[in-house]
């Protein structure tokens, strides 16, 4: 018997990140999602590496350009190159600032039961 090798294999599992922009895997800094109670919609804001954006996404004029931007985000686990996300929220973004001195765009939005909570209905 060998003492030096170890009995067990040791798994190391890694948390990532996914956030969608309209359809597409984008890069991101930061994002944080507040799952709330009922009668009020979740909510999520994210920070975007301008610089690291794919185009059309790393110019302002996209940016400036655009009327409604749909983001989900997903966080999941990596086990020995198996992926396995779990869907955090689905949303349209409500406000966003680009910041061209920190090179990034935040983003900050609310899933779609907000459409329901905003439409008024008799």
Do not use: C
């Amino acid at each position: 018997m060998d003492l030096n090798k170890a009995a067990t294999e040791q798994l190391v599992r890694q948390v990532v990140g996914r956030l969608l922009l309209n359809g597409t895997n984008v890069p991101f800094e930061s994002f944080e999602v507040d799952s709330n109670s009922f009668y009020s919609a979740d909510t999520f804001s994210a920070v975007l590496p301008f610089s690291a954006l794919p185009p059309p996404y790393n110019t302002i004029s996209w940016w400036a350009s655009q009327t409604s931007i749909d983001v989900s985000i997903s966080a999941g686990l990596i086990n020995q190159g198996t992926q396995d996300w779990r869907e955090l929220i689905v949303g349209a973004v409500d406000r966003l600032s680009i910041h061209p001195a920190r090179f990034e765009v935040s983003i900050s939005g609310r899933d779609y039961t907000s459409r329901f909570i905003d439409h008024k209905t008799n």
